[in-house]
T-cell receptor
């Protein structure tokens, strides 16, 4: 069965520091992978997605993610975090039936 | 492009009443629409998948008679929470996918906050 694990429930970083949010998935075939960000009381905003091709994916707001098939991972990174990045981040995997399975989310806190 | 709207953005109702939430794809035809539920500080859980003109497919554990889904057109799906109770209070998010290209990702609406008193 498909599943997504985000091991870190909360992460706190200082503004300007680098960030890595972890995501591991379980899926029998090549997955479609997504990272979304959600601010309190808001809907989801797509940061980036991986369907195929280059395993290093660039997204919006300076985020990038790397697909590593051998590790079943799709970690999200940002070289320098801004205070406005504080939010909840969700990793998702999709199957060819188009159903998305979301991870439990990682809440990012940014210290000034 | 690929914008999805939801209405209302928030609703408060009394226990026992029914509430309808609309999900619209504004600039594309949505072959499939999905309804999710999100409890505070939790992840999104898929409730049901609906295709235009067909009955919705509900996920295990979701009551069909409680959460009525109608997908009458290629741009509109509605979720009706019938006889709502306080435990139905949640954040409901819809998404829609089109039918172009080799893979069709979902585009998410802004969500509807339901509070049942």
């Amino acid at each position: 069965a498909q599943s997504v694990t985000q091991p870190d429930i909360h992460i706190t970083v200082s503004e300007g520091a680098s960030l890595e949010l972890r995501c591991n998935y379980s899926y029998g075939a090549t997955p479609y992978l997504f990272w979304y960000v959600q601010s309190p009381g808001q809907g989801l905003q797509l940061l980036l997605k991986y369907f195929s091709g280059d395993t290093l994916v660039q997204g919006i707001k300076g985020f990038e993610a790397e697909f590593k098939r051998s590790q079943s991972s799709f970690n999200l990174r940002k070289p320098s975090v801004h205070w406005s990045d504080a939010a909840e981040y969700f990793c998702a995997v999709a199957s060819r039936t188009y159903k998305y399975i979301f991870g439990t989310g990682t809440r990012l806190k940014v210290l000034a | 492009g690929a914008v999805v709207s939801q209405h209302p953005s928030w609703v408060i109702c009394k226990s026992g009443t029914s509430v309808k939430i609309e999900c619209r794809s504004l600039d594309f035809q949505a072959t499939t629409m999905f309804w999710y539920r999100q409890f505070p500080k939790q992840s999104l859980m898929l409730m049901a998948t609906s295709n235009e003109g067909s009955k919705a497919t509900y996920e295990q554990g979701v009551e069909k008679d409680k959460f009525l889904i109608n997908h009458a057109s290629l741009t509109l799906s509605t979720l009706t929470v019938t006889s709502a109770h306080p435990e139905d209070s949640s954040f409901y998010i819809c998404s829609a996918r089109g039918d172009w290209g080799s893979y069709n990702e979902q585009f998410f609406g802004p969500g509807t906050r339901l509070t049942v008193l």
